[in-house]
């Protein structure tokens, strides 16, 4: 059985996530952690498989928290779910090892399509990070060629919009299709573009001119 700590200072905010995690299978809430400082003790005492990280935690700030996971408990698969938009941020929890980082209006979808991708080995990075500037983040654009894929016009017009940094629902909106479908569209891009996740999606894109 797989473990995971949530360390959340708010209570409703930790019941929504006991809730969404009761319906994943081999997972188990072990602890949660109202303050950085109970999410340092929690991750001494259980060496979970996971962790929820909100970073605006009291007594000790969630970055903190991070940066002893990362040293002290490099299996423990952390995802970062913050209100923070600063790109500088971003970069930092990324640097610091988080395998996760969604913001918290993003939906239980995206919640779930990145807890499932922690846990099959993969990272995930909110396209919302991408909103304000895309090249903030330093998404690496490698001097390597990047080949090229043959995409639908569907598939590009999708692709498009998530280097522009929208959301599911927002791209659904615009294109006038339901968050799942793109969801589904997303998917499929990673697959043909052989990433793992929106980072690889993003320099690709990038490489290809499609953030245009």
């Known amino acids: 059985m797989n473990t995971i700590v949530l ?5 409703l905010i930790i019941e929504g996530y006991r809730l969404l995690i009761d319906d994943i299978e081999d997972l188990k809430v072990v602890a949660t952690a109202s303050d950085g400082q109970k999410a340092i003790d929690a991750l001494e005492k259980h060496s979970p498989n996971y962790m929820i990280l909100d970073l605006h935690m009291p007594v000790v700030n969630g970055l903190s ?16 779910i913050s209100m923070f938009g ?3 941020m971003h970069r930092e929890v990324i640097r610091l090892g988080a395998k996760a980082y969604i913001l ?6 995206e919640f779930i399509l990145a807890l499932n991708l922690v846990m099959n080995g993969k990272s995930y990075y909110s396209p ?9 983040l330093k998404v690496p654009v490698s001097s390597e060629v990047i080949p090229l894929v043959s995409l639908s016009q569907r598939e590009e017009e999708v692709l498009t919009l998530i280097a522009q940094g929208l959301t599911n629902k927002e791209i659904g909106k615009k294109l006038i299709l339901s968050h799942k479908t ?11 573009i052989n990433v793992h996740n929106v980072i690889g999606l993003v320099r690709y894109a990038i490489a290809n001119g499609y953030d245009q």
Not at 104 to 109: G, V
Not at 182 to 192: G, N, S, V
Request: charged share 35%.
């Open 86 to 88: 600063d790109p500088a």
């Open 65 to 80: 928290v991070l940066k002893h996971a990362s040293e002290y408990f490099p299996s423990t698969r952390v995802i970062v």
């Open 182 to 192: 793109i969801d589904t569209h997303r998917t499929k891009l990673m697959k043909k």
């Open 7 to 11: 360390a959340e200072d708010h209570n």
């Open 128 to 136: 919302d990070l991408f909103k304000k500037n895309t090249q903030s």
């Open 104 to 109: 918290k209006n993003s939906d239980r979808e």
